[in-house]
């Protein structure tokens, strides 16, 4: 019989009743060390004081009104992530997905508009993630997505994940954008080098193609950066803003030049939900403390930590790890057992980590995360790999 949840998910035994900080808490109080943060989600930890202040504020005075009215919060947020970006606009969703979909339509109408309405192609690369929507995973193309939902919304190719010649060889006068992840997440936790970004920016510039980034899992301070393309000096015409920017509460945005969203007039697309007032109560709070180069610095110092103890845990587990990867506290360790046996290994040392593509555990703490609680999670990554090497010899 089919459970009263769809079962889409292959769920960990696991549940949570409470969280506090890094820290997710089951019924019967065994607590977790958590460095998933809900898939790079939770910025600042579990119930973080100045976010749930923020949101039970905001449930008081007022939840939703739709976007036939202006909303003084979604102003504050869009104000602030211009003032921080290279964006002159912003649209608010309330996920990831929904953001690929506005960036899709925002890429297309521009060209529309401009009287070049051959010019659909979207190229993007093999093993990202653009979400789970009809566009989204178009974007993606990967079979393990796509497989059984077509006919597939048409006009995406495909080439190796950040090959900028290929990239580049694809570009032609039918092309609207190139749709890329700075540092790849689901695929694999696989940063684009500064200089390929570059390359890549330059690229289009000459061809006139739009640069679509999709940083909803590597923006909102993830890399060390508020957003990753920051570390290449380059900015794209568009961005795709989730996970993070809510620090659980559902939010996503689009950002965009003055230039790029150019199409996107009255009528042009809508959402009923989207930048309500507690969502974007939330977002103006996370901005407030990510947005800040003191908080920077210190993901950068943790990240620095994180990873130099991670490379003793390589040394110390050759028949497990391969090496480490990664920016900022968006870290991927490089199995060469199945990574799940360690993510499950890491369960019964009361740790969480997320799997990646390509055989890779992810590690996304909270970015408030602590020293201590760092040495902590290596300890118990320790352990669980000891505990797979044993199965091993067994
Ligand atoms: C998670 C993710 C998405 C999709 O976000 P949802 O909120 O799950 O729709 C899109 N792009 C990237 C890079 C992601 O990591």
Known sequence: MIPSIL????????????????????????????????????????????????????????????????????????????????????????????AAELAIKMARKYWYEKGQPERVKIIACEGSFHGRSAGGIAAAGSEKMTKGFGPLLPGFVHVPFADIDAIAAQMDDTTAAVM???????GGIIPIPDADLKALREHCDEHGVLLILDEVQCGVGRTGKLFA????????DIMMVAKGIGGGFPLGAVLATENAASGMGAGTHGSTYGGNPLACAVGNAVMDIVANDEFLAEVNRKSGLFRQKLEGLITGHPDIFESVRGSGLMLGIKCKVANMDVVNAGYDNDLLTVPAADNVVRILP??????????????????AASQVSKGLKL
């Open 7 to 98: 079962p889409t998910y292959n769920r960990a035994p696991l549940a949570f009743i409470k969280g506090e900080g890094s820290w997710l808490i089951e019924a019967d109080g065994r607590r977790f060390l958590d460095l998933g943060a809900g898939i790079a989600v939770n910025v600042l930890g579990h119930a973080n004081p100045d976010l749930t202040a923020a949101l039970s504020e905001q449930a008081g005075q007022l939840w939703h009104t739709s976007n036939l009215y202006h909303i003084p919060q979604q102003t504050a947020l869009a104000d602030k992530l211009v003032e921080a970006t290279f964006a002159d606009t912003v649209f608010f969703t309330n996920s990831g997905t929904e």
């Open 180 to 186: 890329i992840e700075p540092v790849l997440g689901e």
């Open 229 to 236: 393309h920051q570390w290449a000096g380059i900015t794209p």
């Open 366 to 383: 909270p970015l408030n995360i602590t020293d201590t609680e760092i040495n902590d999670a290596v300890a118990r990554l320790d352990a």
